[in-house]
Structure formats: C-alpha cells, structure tokens
C-alpha cells in the first residue's frame, strides 16, 4: 500500500505565512507612525524657536530707538507682537554737561495674542538735553 500525499507544489499563501506577513507590515508601519510623530513634534519646537527669535530680534530692534530717561515705561504693537518695557535706573549723571545722562535696565516682554513670547533685559543708555547752551 502507497500512502497518498497531498500535492506540495501549492499556489498562494497559508495561513500562518499571511499572519507572520500582516505583523511584519503592521509592525513597520507602527514604527514609520512613530517617527513621524517625533519628527512633527520636533518641527513644531523649531518653529517655536523660530518666533521667538524673530520676535526677540523685532523687539531688540524697536528697544533700541526708545530713549529710557524720555520714556521709561510703554506699550508698542509691532504687527502681531504686543511689546511692553519698564525701564530701571542703575545710573544718572547729570550736571556736567549740556546732557543728562544715564544708564538703564529695560525689562522688554513680548506677546503674540495673549501669549507670553519673549521676556529679557537690554541695558541701554538714556539721555536728555539739560539745558540749552546759549552763544
């Protein structure tokens, strides 16, 4: 007596090669999901960075035409940013010369709607005309 194989020449998957297939594809793509998670994430902190820097430049720009010892505190919109400033005196010297001059602390805060993008301290000179020298 022969025993009767089934034909082994077999056309298309089994079953477990489908499972071990689907876990290979799934597991990939979990893995590809993740590193685009982080990769967004990251893009999303660079992008911050970005403001905030462009922001701080922006700010330290307009702080540089304000005359602390004329005006010592305000409020500016520079396009979207809000910029506020308080400035605090370390020095005055006044009456040797035809200026009074000093130098101060600026206390610069930046916001885009409502949200706080930017606080720092520039260290700026103030002065004002003391009196006028008559020929």
Do not use: C
């Amino acid at each position: 007596m022969t025993a009767e194989y089934p034909n082994i020449n077999q056309n298309g998957f089994t079953l477990l090669e489908a499972i071990v297939a689907l876990v290979l594809i799934a597991s990939t793509g979990m893995a590809l999901l993740n590193w685009i998670s982080t990769n967004l994430t990251t893009l999303q902190h660079v992008q911050a960075a970005q403001q905030r820097n462009d922001a701080t430049r922006n700010a330290v720009a307009f702080i540089e035409t304000v005359n602390p010892l004329e005006k010592p505190h305000g409020k500016e919109t520079i396009g979207a940013y809000k910029l506020t400033w308080k400035s605090k005196e370390i020095e005055l010297l006044g009456n040797t010369t035809m200026y009074q001059v000093g130098l101060y602390d600026m206390n610069v805060v930046v916001y885009l709607d409502k949200t706080l993008i930017a606080k720092f301290t520039v260290r700026q000179i103030g002065f004002k005309q003391y009196y006028k020298e008559e020929f």
